[in-house]
């Protein structure tokens, strides 16, 4: 009798953390679908701000893409705020996404487009497989993706504010890296919780973690075309 009842305790524990994981994944997908909404309008949005902002438009899409990123954090468990800011923030995401595409098309084709998105599918699926495969715990990598992502941070911002390429290349090299490391991490960390109450914030950050990393790749690939 006792061995059934452990038997049945770890059985709904098992469907409750697979349940979980499919949660995770399927907000991940939702966020998937509203940014490609917002790099379908991208275009449009450019030719809504450009008129009116100028070239600050970059710099306003930023800050919105920051604030729906912390707004999204602040309420990842309050629903139905966690999918409103969570569709906010991918949503501003895929714009951003879409505009950046546009502009490498224009100079280098549509080859470093399509190549960074398949890469980056790439990287998830493998990433992804290591992390169920192996069952490891990948924490150990939280300082080198702290170091990672606070240089890639600041570098980049450096690289923007002074129109430095070469810097630029090289921090979106270390941002691959150390986005590619908090996937890894994430992933081990969403199969080992025990707290099953926080699927958006999951699949917050493996979204981030992706978007960072295409954004990275289109920036290397195009510009070796440069």
Known sequence: MEYQQQWQGVSA???????????????LMGG??????????APFVAAA???????????ILFGAQFGALFFARAVSRRKPLNRIAFALYTFVSGIIAGIVSLVVAQGAGFTPVLAAFGLTGGVFLTLTMVAVVSKRD???LRNFVIVGIAVGFFGGLAAAIFHLNALSLVISGVLVIACS??????????LRTR?????????????????????SLLNILSGRRR
């Open 49 to 59: 701000l450009i008129p009116r902002v100028g070239q600050w438009m970059v710099w």
């Open 138 to 140: 990948f924490s150990f």
């Open 195 to 215: 707290d099953f109450s926080d699927p958006a914030g999951f699949a917050l950050s493996l979204f981030v973690n992706l978007y960072v990393i295409f954004i």
């Open 181 to 190: 490391a908090k996937l890894l991490w994430d992933t081990s960390a969403m």
């Open 13 to 27: 524990g098992a469907r409750d953390r697979v349940d979980f994981v499919r949660n995770v994944y399927l907000w």
């Open 32 to 41: 998937f679908a509203v940014a490609a909404l917002g790099a379908f309008s």
